[in-house]
């Protein structure tokens, strides 16, 4: 798959911007599920469709290392300039490395680097192109190197979190003052529903929260990240019940 340069420059006196999208091959959890059959669409389809809803965005690429996903993603709108190795699309690659990858080929190959990078993993389908935007916005208006989306909670490491030892388990943070669920309303859960930095903080962190990281928060209904079969068919249910395709 050719290399093809691509311009990213002013528009109108705003600098331009890149959506990412992160899919390899070989998930475990649910087989192929980046492009399994989601609400009549591949599932990849649905995130590159609220891409297009963005404004000041001129390029979706994908970086993938299948190139069926990748000839999927080239039928809805996405760009593929490269095939991510395949030693960065294992169980165990950190996905930090794929995004210095797609950056850094963006720089040297295509030479040309973003203001600003979208991140827009394909399984929170569930979102609306309005979470989206709120978390460019927080990005835009504040100091933070990294913006995401986060969820309310159920859990707290100092109440119903523990790490279990053969047949013991101890709280993950023994404290001792949290001796009901209704005193940790501010633990929240992070999502898969938008990432927000720049070229710079991804070449220069190892790892999200090396950064400064702020957050916006959306209900858990439009955060479920798909895992699993069961993830998956919760979501299409959701999905189907609220119509939130009417939200792209």
């Not at 165990?92 to 040297?108: D, G, M, R, T, Y």
């Not at 399984?123 to 609306?128: G, V």
């Not at 100091?143 to 995401?148: C, E, R, S, V």
């Not at 859960?189 to 790892?207: C, G, Q, W, Y």
Request: charged residues 30%; positive net charge.
């Amino acid at each position: 798959m050719g290399c093809k340069k691509i311009k990213l420059t002013y528009r109108h006196g705003i600098r331009m911007n890149v959506v990412f999208i992160f899919a390899r091959s070989g998930s475990k959890g649910l087989k192929n599920k980046n492009i399994k059959i989601f609400n009549g669409k591949p599932l990849i389809y649905w995130t590159i469709k609220q891409a297009k809803k963005l404004q000041n965005v001129s390029e979706i690429i994908l970086s993938t290392d299948s190139k069926k996903i990748a000839e999927i993603g080239i039928k809805y709108g996405a760009k593929v300039y490269f095939l991510r190795p395949k030693n960065l699309a294992q169980d165990k690659s950190p996905e930090w490395l794929s995004w210095k990858h797609a950056v850094n080929f963006i720089h040297q190959k295509l030479k040309k680097v973003p203001k600003k990078i979208i991140v827009l993993p394909v399984t929170s389908p569930c979102r609306k192109v309005s979470d989206i935007k709120k978390c460019i916005k927080l990005y835009d208006n504040n100091n933070f190197d990294i913006t995401m989306v986060v969820t309310k909670s159920n859990h707290h490491p100092s109440f119903n979190l523990v790490k279990k030892s053969s047949n013991n388990i101890k709280l993950i943070n023994s404290d001792k003052k949290i001796t009901r669920r209704q005193e940790f309303n501010n633990t929240f859960k992070l999502t898969t529903v938008a990432i927000v930095t720049s070229p710079s903080v991804i070449m220069k962190k190892d790892r999200i929260f090396d950064a400064n990281v702020g957050a916006t928060e959306i209900p858990n209904a439009r955060a479920i990240d798909i895992d699993s079969l069961d993830d998956f068919r919760y979501c299409e249910f959701l999905f189907k019940k609220y119509k939130y395709d009417r939200f792209f």
